[in-house]
């Protein structure tokens, strides 16, 4: 099907909308490039584009690109509804954007943010932060960047920490309190969490999750226990569990196929990819079936094509698109929309003060006291700029020095180290019930079909197709043999090459 401007539209109309449907048994697939050439639109940004996955799409055409400024977020904005949602942004059509943080009758939220350098992950973990702090959610922050991430949430949330050893200690101790809450509340005859009746909501966040799960990470294996634990036994106790990372393969997420399906089935957050993350998405189910988005460019604007004859112009210079994104956990996952504006635009020194006005005046929400003792002395020793030296000899399987005793009849002899006990009393680690299992190694795929599963997610140049076959966690491939299987797949009707240099499947 051939789309054509459409006869009478005037420059003084500010969007037009097309309503498009193939014959049923078709599927609608588009490229964007090829779209715009169609409608006339210069600038990617001024078009929009959702499907339903099947035979119907709509296009809307706007005369400027309607994200293009957005509004800064407002308190007001943030506190969750009834129905645990907080708005976020706003879509393409000025609808507000919402994710969810707690579902009433079934509990806290699994969510997970995509999004590759300078895409707003950032300032939309400040958002989010500021949300649950104005909505009496407790939040745990584990910023993996060093601090350097969201520095201006340090005091704003009930745990901060740092470094991955403060990490693994936060999940340890989000687990001890998923246990207790769950033995209170099985006292109680509940079977489901009903939010501040009597524990309020408690969200922990992993800001650059990478570092923690990825292959080399010191705690790796245990971590991924830890996040796998959190997400199965966590949601009916009130304990939600949010990730930042820079890529969707399953590699970035402990190498476990059950965390990848837990993050697929909460709130998945897409800012601006490379075509090796889209890739990923595509072959770890992260994406919807069916679902086709356009790419999120750098910056605004369409190419200019300059002439030396040319006179210089006052054009006004392209901006960011840092925080337009896909809501793919939500209803409307192939509709592009923009995160409110967060902060000050221009750098500043030290803290933004936009930034600490979002979160509101007054303390962060606690932890309940009933679960104090089950979060243990990592817990109490969150504020300290650094970690006691004794927890971090029990998170490396000791306890160091145990001169002065502790009265449980176990002591070493001074300077001796012991195995740290599973389940020991106050002041020790609360190691996991169950040892992280390892998985059995899969069966390798062929090379034709990684480059077929990388293809998933649209038109590829042989580039990019080279770049996401070597990120999807096999064995790495040269330029010649993806162009050898190129080749033979075009040869054999799998994939089709329908200008040169870009290859789609057939």
């Known amino acids: 099907m051939t789309l054509t401007p459409i006869p009478g539209v005037h420059a003084d109309v500010d969007l037009v909308e097309l309503s498009v449907e193939v014959p049923a048994g078709g599927i609608i697939t588009y490229d964007l490039r090829r779209l715009c050439s169609a409608l006339g639109v210069t600038d990617p940004a001024c078009l929009a584009v959702e499907t ?33 949602y907080i708005t976020v942004g706003l879509y393409h059509d000025g609808r507000p954007a919402r994710i969810r943080l707690y579902e009433p009758g079934s509990g806290a939220q699994r969510s997970v943010m995509f999004g590759t350098t300078g895409a707003g992950k950032s300032r939309s973990l400040q958002l989010r932060l500021a949300a649950e702090k104005r909505s009496g959610i407790v939040s745990w922050l584990a910023d993996l960047k060093g601090g350097q991430s969201v520095p201006e949430a340090k005091g704003q949330v009930d745990w901060h920490t ?5 990490a693994i200690l936060m999940l340890l101790s989000a ?114 079936a069916g679902t086709q988005l356009a790419v999120i460019p750098k910056r605004t604007g369409p190419p200019r094509l300059r002439s030396r004859f040319d006179v210089d112009d006052d054009a006004s210079a392209p901006s960011s698109t840092a925080g337009t994104a896909y809501l793919l956990g939500s209803d409307r996952p192939g509709a592009v929309m923009r995160f409110f504006q967060v902060g000050s635009r221009v750098p500043v020194d030290g803290l933004d003060p936009l930034i600490v006005e979002l979160y509101g005046p007054g303390e962060p929400r606690r932890l309940e006291q009933a679960s104090w003792e089950a979060a243990g002395e990592a817990y109490e020793a969150r504020h300290e700029d650094e970690i006691p030296a004794h927890l971090l000899a029990q998170l490396n399987g000791t306890t160091g020095d145990n001169a002065n005793g502790d009265g ?30 390892t998985a059995p190694p899969a069966v390798k795929p062929t090379l034709a079909a990684r480059i ?47 200008e040169r240099g870009v290859y789609t499947l057939a």
């Open 175 to 288: 687990v001890a309190v998923i246990e207790e809450r769950t033995r209170r509340y099985a006292a109680m005859g509940r079977s489901s969490f009903a939010i501040n009746d009597p524990d309020p909501l408690l969200i922990v966040h992993i800001d650059e999750a990478n570092r923690l799960l990825e292959k080399g990470a010191p705690y790796r294996d245990l971590a991924a226990f830890l996040v796998k634990e959190l997400g199965r036994t966590g949601r009916s106790v009130g304990l939600g569990e949010d990730a930042a990372a820079q890529a969707g393969h399953i590699e970035e997420l402990g190498g476990s196929d059950t965390l990848r399906a837990m993050f697929k089935e909460g709130e998945v957050v897409l800012l601006r990819w490379s075509s090796g993350m889209m890739a990923s998405l595509v072959s770890d189910g992260l994406l919807p």
């Open 408 to 437: 449980d009849g176990d002591d070493a002899e001074d300077g001796e180290a012991r195995p740290v006990k599973k389940g020991g009393a106050k002041g020790r680690l609360r190691m996991p019930k169950a040892a992280p299992a």
């Open 162 to 166: 740092t470094t991955q050893e403060g």
């Open 52 to 84: 339903d996955g099947l035979n119907r799409a709509l296009i809307t055409v706007y005369r400027n690109p309607p994200l293009a400024n957005m509004p800064y977020a407002v308190g007001e904005d943030l506190v969750m509804d009834a129905q645990g």
């Open 452 to 498: 077929l599963r990388v293809l998933e997610a649209g038109p590829l140049t042989r580039a990019d197709i080279l770049a996401a076959v070597n990120n999807d966690g096999g064995d790495q491939v040269t330029a010649g043999s993806v162009a050898t299987n190129l080749t033979t797949l075009t040869k054999n009707g799998r994939t089709a090459n329908p």
